[in-house]
């Protein structure tokens, strides 16, 4: 028996298709992160590649080399820098204007297998995996790169997901294999006095983020597939339990969750799901309720590894292990492959400038 | 192979009679897909192999029953990790020692069921000494806390029992506290890391057959359902004891 409810709402997003496609590369990689600012969308592969694409054409615009092991994240910060962390120890700042790194952040001989950048882009906390018997916890300061705090206790395996709080720059929260979820407040480095609460899933935590209209609740997905909600002292909130058990075998095939994602005008909580052939599934989280959204369809062939997705711009780029990048939207799809189509779709603000003939 | 066609036909028959009582035919469809490639029957030869060579050479200890799962067509650095943890229907732990940090209902909740317990006011005593909080960490396999005094847990000891992968899990008054406790000793953890070999601990050696697979049979499903190509991303199936030699499944 299913912990919640299943049921359909059509009516909560626009529909989106299939509106284009490509391949990050033809070596069989699989596309680990998906994310844009912008003017692009930006792309990070298992051959330790990074690409900046053209959102509406998906033209590659640069393909950024640098890391020499397993990329854990990209993030983009601003209009013109990335950050990209590595299973190498690296943390690299770049400048998109040149395609340059333009500082190192070294967490080595710890990996960082998940980073965030606080809201006023002061400190980068890096985590790793477990090494020599430390998962290490590590805040660097974004000006001078130093160490500012390596904290090693929190953790007892390796470090999956770190989120900063959206406007509190001293407050985050670090997920582990461990099951923890712990919640500091860094104003002063004191791993003895900055844990303000600890969720304790029980399993091995895959991602986990704040939500909420003032960032006041906290989604917990693990990596036996279970969802639970829970509020900034840890109380649970709603407990899903198997999100697969959504599954409605010949209509919605729900394998694994991919991420969550908020949606502040509307308030609400959407869960991005897949499933083993790489149809993505859009639900809407409610307490104790699943609603499906949309199920997109024949655009992956593989698991799907990351959204980015901002509903409010009715506007998704999903990549996989089938190497295939894919822009899903409401737009109609362009007139040909080479999307010579009317640019009439994406957001303008997704769109690259064009040169006024005025 | 006769075998595999009765329990085929037992599944079946249990799947009829649970549509008759009225679950949906799709789940129950759904569940025959995959069909799991490991009969009852064989997982109870396999054990009774398995009690055999232990009872040739017996322990001076309560042998641990270990699950090992050897993958192919799966790449530990590029999929998706393989991490959780499993309630198994016969507690394969049964002598994990559990404490409960409790408020005042749950001590004396606790002492009646003779279980172990430290309420508040004790931890307060340890003044956040970390040699002392260690102490506690390594005297007790697991703990459980209180609603209200697990929030109180990051003030009252730091980061003492995570270190030691025993943060406690959380119980409410509405929690039954020997239930609970048992719950805690059904739990196993898995885990695959870099190589294509995942072993998962299912019970110990004083369990009865039938106790044993049926967590055998439990652990398997439910890992095969997490991997992405289901029983094509299983290259073999071995049970183990802790000191015995390793007996194929699959």
């Not at chain 1, 601003?78 to 190192?104: C, K, M, P, Y």
């Not at chain 1, 967490?107 to 985590?127: E, L």
């Not at chain 1, 780029?317 to 737009?331: P, R």
């Not at chain 1, 010579?340 to 064009?354: D, E, F, I, Y």
Request: charge should be neutral; include cysteine; aromatic fraction near 6%.
């Amino acid at each position: 028996m299913a912990q919640f409810q299943l049921s359909q709402a059509n009516d909560l997003l626009v529909p989106m298709h299939l509106y284009k496609s490509t391949h990050f590369a033809l070596d069989n990689s699989y596309i680990y992160d998906v994310t844009a600012n912008s003017s692009h969308v930006i792309v990070s592969a298992s051959n330790n590649q990074i690409k900046l694409y053209n959102p509406e054409t998906l033209s590659i615009a640069n393909t950024l080399v640098y890391h020499n092991e397993k990329i854990t994240k990209i993030k983009p910060v601003g209009e013109h820098e990335l950050f990209s962390a590595s299973l190498d120890g690296q943390i690299a700042r770049w400048d998109l204007r040149t395609n340059n790194v333009v500082q190192q952040f070294k967490a080595a001989p710890s990996s960082v297998s998940a980073f965030d950048i606080n809201c006023n882009g002061t400190v980068i906390a890096a985590g790793s995996e477990l090494e020599a018997h430390d998962a290490k916890l590590m805040f660097l300061d974004t000006r001078t790169s130093q160490m500012l705090a390596s904290f090693d206790e929190s953790h007892s395996d390796d470090i999956t997901e770190i989120n900063y709080h959206p406007t509190i720059p001293h407050q985050l929260i670090s997920a582990s294999t461990d099951g923890l979820i712990c919640q500091f407040d860094t104003s002063t480095y004191d791993e003895e006095e900055n844990i303000i609460a600890v969720i304790n899933s029980g399993s091995s935590v895959n991602k986990a983020g704040y939500f909420g209209p003032s960032a006041e609740y906290i989604y917990c997905l693990t990596h036996i597939e279970t969802l639970s909600l829970h509020n900034l002292e840890g109380d649970v909130v709603s407990n899903f339990g198997d999100i697969r058990q959504a599954t409605q075998p010949g209509q919605l095939q729900v394998d694994y969750a991919v991420d969550c994602r908020y949606e502040p005008v509307a308030q609400r909580l959407y869960m991005l799901t897949g499933s083993n052939s790489g149809d993505i599934n859009v639900m809407h989280v409610n307490i104790g309720q699943l609603q499906l959204c949309q199920s997109l369809k024949g655009g992956h062939t593989e698991v799907i590894r990351s959204i980015h997705w901002n509903p409010q711009d009715n506007v998704m780029f999903s990549g996989g292990e089938d190497a295939k990048l894919c822009t899903w939207s409401n737009a109609p799809p362009p007139a040909d492959a080479t999307g010579n189509g009317v640019v009439r779709g994406l957001p303008s603000r997704m769109q690259t400038k064009r040169h006024s003939p005025y | 192979m006769s075998s595999t066609e009765t329990s085929s036909d037992r599944e079946l028959l249990r799947c009829a009679l649970r549509i008759l009582n009225g679950d949906d035919p799709f789940m129950e469809l759904s569940r025959l897909t995959i069909q799991s490639k490991v009969s009852v029957s064989a997982v109870r030869d396999t054990v009774k192999a398995l009690r055999t060579g232990s009872e040739e050479k017996p322990r001076n200890f309560v042998e641990t029953v270990e699950l090992q799962i050897g993958l192919k067509n799966y790449d530990p650095q590029r999929d998706k990790r393989f991490s959780g943890t499993i309630k198994l229907p016969n507690i394969p732990r049964p002598n994990m020692s559990v404490c409960v940090l409790g408020d005042a209902f749950h001590c004396d909740q606790a002492k009646a069921a003779g279980m172990e317990f430290q309420s508040v006011e004790d931890l307060k005593k340890l003044n956040k000494n970390k040699k002392l909080i260690k102490k506690l960490a390594k005297k007790y396999d697991a703990f459980l806390a209180s609603e209200a005094l697990i929030k109180q847990i990051p003030r009252l000891l730091g980061p003492g029992l995570h270190k030691a992968g025993k943060f406690p899990t959380p119980i409410s008054h509405a929690d039954e506290i020997t239930a609970k406790a048992d719950e805690l000793r059904s739990m196993v953890k898995f885990q695959l890391k870099k190589v294509l070999c995942l072993g998962c601990a299912i019970g110990n050696i004083k369990m009865t057959d039938e106790q044993l697979v049926g967590n055998i049979m439990l652990a398997i499903n439910f890992l095969v359902s997490l991997l992405k190509k289901n029983w094509q991303n299983v290259k073999s199936l071995y049970l183990k004891t802790s000191m015995g030699k390793p007996e194929r499944l699959y």
